[in-house]
């Protein structure tokens, strides 16, 4: 395993995948510059190194931190009474964890692995299932529950690898998910066509603008039998022969502002459930259209057109 020795004498662990305990650092003074590369469509996997002046390592025994400069080497801060680990995820025991299963026909045996090392995380590993139809059951009842949970980043379930009969039986993964099947720029009508099995969209009154027409009330009702959330959403407007999306600095609204606006619990809409944003505004025409996903992790795109 790589890594190097701590000032204490303690090893401590690099090229480990998912690690609590590093940590890259970004200035300030290239946050722009980087959220523009990571946010490029087609170039999410290619990690910016350039713009990261250093990593952070902490040691598990001593607790310092070690920043590791690109050709100038290590440089050690000793926490000041602190004996907390400092680098672990941002999101908790929430933290978007994989899921990995393998499953051999031959073998009649496979390994179900998810979670991380976060204290109290959803996380386990089971390797006694003899059944095919088991297996799967298990695989997929942990899909649903992690996702549902807003803690899965990435999942696939595989059959026969290294064999000729190998399969792709199942993958999903938030980022590409979001660009692959996501809002773009422009849209048309017919993007909206699949939407329409599963979530009526309507406009009503505004309850704060009433006597004016480009201010209106916007309703989702979930019509599936699945619970679904919004990634993200915006309103279009007709410009140079397309649906052009019209929002502030050209970027789609979040999943949390869709939660905000909507008055919502959880990211998650019910089955037969409705919420409305009261105060929805934007001229008409206009499409609103929500990149939406239901809790199997099927994506879909649902919109309306208000007149
Ligand atoms: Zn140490």
């Not at 919004?230 to 789609?252: A, D, M, P, Q, V």
Request: hydrophobic content about 35%; some cysteine.
């Amino acid at each position: 395993m790589s890594g190097f020795t701590c000032p204490c004498g303690a090893h401590v662990q690099d090229g480990v995948d998912l690690s609590g305990d590093k940590a890259v650092v970004i200035s300030d003074m290239d946050i722009d510059e980087f959220r523009g590369e990571i946010e490029r469509p087609g170039l999410v996997e290619e990690y910016p190194d350039e713009l990261t002046p250093c990593k952070v390592f902490q040691c598990r025994e001593c607790k310092r931190l070690l920043l590791e400069r690109p050709g100038e080497g290590l440089f050690a801060f000793v926490p000041e009474g602190h004996s907390e680990s400092m680098l672990t995820s941002a999101r908790g025991k929430k933290f978007k964890g994989n899921l990995r299963a393998e499953w051999q026909d031959k073998d009649a045996n496979g390994y179900v692995l998810w979670g991380s090392a976060v204290a109290g995380a959803d996380s386990g590993y089971v390797c006694d299932i003899k059944e095919w139809g088991k297996f799967q059951e298990l695989y997929f009842s942990v899909f649903r529950r992690l996702l549902r949970a807003d803690s899965l980043g990435n999942a696939w379930l595989r059959r026969n690898v290294g064999t000729p009969q190998v399969e792709d039986v199942h993958h999903w993964h938030s980022h590409t998910h979001r660009l692959e099947h996501g809002l773009k720029q422009t849209i048309t009508m017919e993007t909206l066509e699949d939407g329409r099995r599963f979530v009526d969209i309507t406009f009503g009154a505004s309850a704060s603008e009433q006597g004016n027409v480009n201010h209106y009330s916007t309703s989702l009702k979930n019509k599936s039998s699945n619970q679904i959330r919004i990634y993200s959403f915006g309103g279009y407007h007709f410009r140079h022969g397309t649906w052009e999306l019209n929002t502030i600095h050209k970027r789609l609204y979040s999943a949390g502002r869709f939660v905000q606006w909507y008055g919502l619990q959880s990211q998650w809409i019910a089955p037969g459930e409705t919420v409305c944003f009261p105060n929805n505004s934007g001229s008409r025409p206009i499409i609103w259209a929500y990149h939406c996903e239901d809790e199997d992790g099927n994506a879909f795109i649902a919109g309306e057109l208000l007149r």
